[in-house]
């Protein structure tokens, strides 16, 4: 059961954050057979690791632990002219499973349940009432659309139901905290 405003329960999250941790995607690898130095700084202290490309893959060297991460490539198709592109992936030292991103947690992996086990943020977001975050996208979608079309008549309506559905959360959430305030005197 999630826990919810009133309930004694904690909406803080179980599990730890991706943000909370230092990640290598894959824009930051360099090119075949050169090395780079990455530092991440936290106010605690900083991580560095070096990153070489080589024939079989990535070496990650992290507070003297060396990893070998492999990596997957295979072949997209890209346009109606046949083009074909390459897909480039990291397989994941800790599950072996083909991700964009690997984080440090005191060795590297993915985010998934069998691997680190970490969470999005915005998975937490405001998760006593969905409708305010469902209303806050709707209105930064209105911001970029006309004002008098077809879009923006729709986006209000949109908007208006969140708004309800706020109200009733609320009014909800007040009745609740009122019986129980009354229930325990």
């Known amino acids: 059961m999630v826990a919810a405003l009133g309930s004694g329960g904690s ?8 943000s909370h941790a230092p990640r290598l995607r894959l824009r930051d ?3 075949f057979d050169k090395t780079v130095t990455l530092a991440w700084q936290n106010p605690a202290s900083a991580l560095f690791a070096r990153v070489s490309r080589t024939g079989e893959g990535l070496v990650i060297e992290t507070a003297g632990i060396t990893v070998r991460v492999g990596l997957r490539h295979w072949r ?3 346009g109606r002219g046949g083009d074909h592109g390459t897909r480039e992936r990291m397989v994941c030292p800790r599950c072996g499973s083909f991700r964009d991103t690997l984080y440090w947690l005191g060795e590297w992996g993915c985010r998934g349940k069998d691997c680190l086990d970490l969470e999005h943020a915005c998975r937490h977001e405001l998760r006593w009432c969905p409708a305010i975050r469902r ?3 709707l ?3 209105l911001a970029r659309c006309a004002p008098t079309g077809l879009k923006a008549r729709r986006l209000r309506a949109q908007i208006a139901h969140q708004k309800a559905a706020m ?7 007040n009745r609740d905290l009122t019986k129980r305030r009354r229930r325990r005197g």
């Open 29 to 31: 690898l360099p090119a």
């Open 167 to 173: 109200l009733a959360n609320l009014k909800r959430a």
């Open 135 to 137: 209303r806050a996208k």
């Open 139 to 141: 209105l930064h979608k």
């Open 76 to 78: 997209m198709p890209i």
């Open 11 to 18: 909406t803080a999250p179980k599990r730890p954050l991706t």
